[in-house]
């Protein structure tokens, strides 16, 4: 069988797409999923979108197309799913700011999802986000995106590289935003903190105010977090929303 004969080569460029996808994404790049599972998962979904898609080539493409249009698709799934990784981290660093008021940046523990060193706090709205996402079956959000791509740009046409830059500068932008959007009243709560801790060492100087902070920081921030973890759900509709805006489609 010819290597570059159309459809099998058409099936190449999606099954590349959904590789580079993959790599980047929240869900599927996770090292709690084996390589097995990951390839296999993305070869049947390959199959399924090359069989929607029409071939990209009449004839048989040269060498030199094939690697470039083979780049692109690669370009084209690593800006997607960089794009909904910085959307699902926005969790997790709201969780970092919060735990840097409270005093607790420097404790860490392992992420089960990426095996790398995280912040407790960070970690467990993270976890709770997950709950949320899989309950509600949003994580199919992230393989209709994919299924919409090849939708509005078939393999063979992607975005070029301006959309995609743009894309990824405003999912990094976003990401910030909605994170200090979603700890901002935890943090005005810890100014507030700090304003009467000022206040009380002008009152009683004697008062060690550096050593009650500690546990006042701590308790506060944790009681304001009881009250902060039902708005992951509101969060949970901003995402989609914010996956259909941010993603090159």
């Known amino acids: 069988m010819d290597l570059f004969s159309p459809k099998l080569f058409g099936f190449f460029l999606v099954l590349t797409r959904v590789g580079a996808f993959f790599a980047t994404a929240p869900v599927f790049s996770w ?4 390589i097995q599972m990951k390839i296999s998962i993305a070869v049947i979904l390959s199959l399924f ?20 249009l083979l780049g692109e698709e690669t370009l084209y799934g690593l800006a997607m799913g960089i794009a909904a990784y910085c959307l699902f981290t926005v969790v997790q660093m709201a969780g970092q700011y919060i735990e840097q008021q409270m005093g607790l940046s420097m404790a860490e523990v392992l992420d089960p999802f ?3 060193e995280g912040h407790p706090l960070g970690l467990m709205l993270e976890i709770l986000f997950i709950l949320l ?19 509005h ?7 070029n590289l301006g959309i995609l830059t743009e894309s990824i500068l405003q999912a990094g932008s976003a990401m910030l935003l909605l994170a200090l959007q979603m700890s901002a009243p935890l943090l005005a709560a810890f100014m507030l903190l700090m304003v009467v801790l000022a206040f009380m060492a002008r009152v009683a100087p004697e008062t060690n105010v550096l050593f009650l902070s500690f546990p006042l920081r701590i308790g506060l921030g944790l009681l304001i977090l ?6 992951l759900n509101e969060y949970l509709r901003q995402f989609a929303n914010w ?3 941010l993603l090159p489609l």
Do not use: K, T
Request: proline fraction near 13%.
């Open 49 to 68: 979108f090359s069989i929607l898609v029409p071939p990209p080539f009449a004839a048989n493409p040269s060498l030199f197309e094939a690697v470039l």
């Open 153 to 159: 740009y078939p393999p063979a046409v992607v975005p």
């Open 114 to 116: 990426s095996g790398q």
């Open 133 to 151: 996402l899989f309950s509600s079956n949003s994580h199919l959000l992230l393989l209709q995106i994919l299924s919409r791509s090849f939708e």
């Open 243 to 245: 996956l259909g805006r």
């Open 226 to 231: 009881g009250f902060f973890i039902p708005y």
């Open 31 to 34: 090292e709690v999923l084996s």
